[in-house]
């Protein structure tokens, strides 16, 4: 294994550029892939673990978050796209998607920067590794799932708190400011909202490592990408033929999430379906009726 760590005073003393220490990463590690050594290149170069990780994370997660919810601008722009847009009367003017990019911007440098630079002391806490080579496909996958399944019921749960009255009121009302949502307002949130909720994707991960000892921050980096992309999809307004719960009958995706926001009740999980069926909030005209159905039956059996 390379020793990220070890590579800023092994490598060289003082590296002018990063090409650079590509290069001389590359001669003495010629076992690593190039993203392998492109990564600990980065930590050679920047001297400095911290920052390092806290750039890139930062990066990150500002280039995949306004980069996923490019694309749903634009189709909000394409009146061709409307007959899959769920509340297809409620199109987002430009005026509400600027605001909605100003608080959501504001949110990150304010509220999510400052836990970003503490990132690599936790990591470095909890025994989180940076170094290379990568760990498996594999293990990466079931950490990933795993992560996903955990992260569905912290949400599910504080989500579903937060639609209780006071808390509502005084925090969660901002996010449901638009009743049918886009894109750019999966982060739109209070700052309490934002930390609580936030915790699930990354506290989750964290105290997997904490527990078992064995986390790398290239899987926590893919964890993250993947639940932005759930986030913003969910937050999208649009359901497609190909939308992934169509395949994957307890996805949650945009149908249950926009029903969340246009009603004000029930959906409350994140990722999947599976919390708000087994405790009864589902929301939605065919929630409703099964429970009419159930309701009937149930009079009926008492009438026999």
Not at 114 to 128: D, E, N
Not at 259 to 266: D, T
Request: some cysteine.
């Amino acid at each position: 294994m390379f020793d990220v760590q070890g590579a800023m005073t092994n490598v060289t003393t003082v590296l002018p550029d990063y090409m650079e220490a590509y290069s001389r990463i590359s001669e003495l590690n010629v076992h690593l892939n190039v993203f392998e050594k492109a990564w600990a290149a980065w930590y050679a170069y920047m001297q400095n673990d911290t920052l390092a990780t806290g750039i890139m994370s930062f990066v990150m997660h500002e280039t995949v978050y306004f980069g996923r919810s490019l694309p749903w601008i634009i189709i909000d722009c394409i009146p061709y796209f409307r007959k899959w847009k769920i509340q297809n009367t409620k199109i987002p003017t430009a005026a509400e998607q600027w605001k909605c990019a100003r608080l959501v911007l504001l949110s990150h440098f304010t509220v999510e920067l400052p836990q970003i630079w503490l990132f690599h002391p936790m990591c470095q806490y909890f025994g989180m590794s940076t170094d290379v080579p990568f760990p498996a496909l594999t293990k990466i996958a079931y950490q990933v799932a795993i992560f996903f399944v955990l992260e569905d019921a912290w949400h599910y749960w504080f989500h579903r708190l937060f639609h209780w009255g006071p808390l509502y009121r005084n925090v969660h009302k901002i996010h449901h400011l638009y009743s049918a949502p886009f894109g750019l307002a999966a982060e739109y949130a209070s700052p309490i909202e934002v930390m609580t909720l936030g915790f699930g994707t990354v506290g989750v991960p964290i105290l997997w490592c904490a527990i078992t000892g064995d986390l790398h921050v290239l899987t926590m980096y893919i964890w993250i990408i993947l639940r932005l992309f759930q986030a913003i999809d969910a937050h999208s307004g649009y359901e497609f033929p190909w939308s992934l719960h169509h395949f994957i009958p307890f996805w949650a995706g945009a149908e249950h999430h926009d029903v969340h926001h246009e009603k004000f009740i029930g959906n409350f999980a994140s990722s999947f379906r599976w919390w708000d069926y087994m405790l009864d909030t589902e929301a939605g005209p065919e929630a409703a009726k099964r429970r009419r159905e159930r309701k009937q039956a149930k009079e009926a059996k008492k009438v026999q």
